[in-house]
């Protein structure tokens, strides 16, 4: 029999399970509060000896391994890679804002989906995440955060979560709503689904599915293009789903929760960069309360992608704003640590280690 996960256990399942053992309930919310503070049993010290050893025995936490850390480099970025109890491993990347430290969720094991600005897709989909294996990167980063930062008896480690890492969060749908609900939860971390962004390449039943969850989410749309042409060129996904569909999904979100949808729009050097592309995006996106995120690409291996020279990336907001579109450049976080989607999971599997003591 496999060790069972504790972090993935209900408040009234882990009262069982130490009922069961001849504990009080008491224990249970000890062993829960310690779980979500990243802790193994060993490190639980206010439970007796003997127990701790009982539960090495009979279970595990369920908390990934970081394997591999990396930063702060200079923009405040860490980039991490959690390996889980079956050997497979995702990456996950905090940024330490001014207001708060965002976390940058994987949800599966490599992604289906194919973009071919993403490193992430290049091995196809592994499997699924559940929602305690999600849980744990959280739990895990935020451990790391605070052994390595003086943070203040009320801050917490991860203040934001935003579901962009490796794997389409709505193709594991289920698993993701799950794990949206233990964010949640009240006993356990209790964060605000404000602070939560879930980031889809553009699901249209599944993004309408999620919004009449009624979790008041963020949703971000990667579009990427002005239109199924280009989107083509980038996204497999966009044969599937013309982006009429997607944007129709999106406008859905924000008359239902009443909250603006953030459109992801990578910049791709001489492929969706021009000003007339803007105009056209503009146009597909007017009159919705709406936010675009203009990203330049950044540079991948395996893609012929580099970014567009900075005038012509600010030529592209403009229009957008001249158009009455909001807009913000993102800066590139996390280039220089393997911000890159994928690249620093590629690069540990692989063995393409930057030589020790050598920025990477
Ligand atoms: S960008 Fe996202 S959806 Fe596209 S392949 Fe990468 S992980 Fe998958």
Redesign the pocket.
Known sequence: MSALPLLGMSEGELTAFVEGMGESAYRARQIRASLLKGLSFDEMTDLPKAFRGELHRRAVTGIPRIVKALGPDEDDTYKFLFSFKDGQAVEGVLMAYRYGNTLCVSTQVG?A???A??A??LGGKVRDLAPFEMLGEVVAAGAYVRGARALGPDRRPVDNVVLMG???PLDNFDNVVTFLKMLGDPGGLNMSMRHVSVST?GLPGRMRALTDTGLRVTLCV?LHAPNDGIRKRL?PVASRYPIGEVVDAARYHVRRTGRRVIFEYILVKGVNDRPEHAVELAARLRGMQCHVNLIPCNPVDHADFCAPAPAVTARFERELKNAHISCTRRRVLGADIEGA??QLKRRTVTGQEPPEGEDP
């Open positions: 992604c989906m194919g973009c600005f993403c992430s897709g490796s794997g389409e390449c990667s996204m989607c994928g």
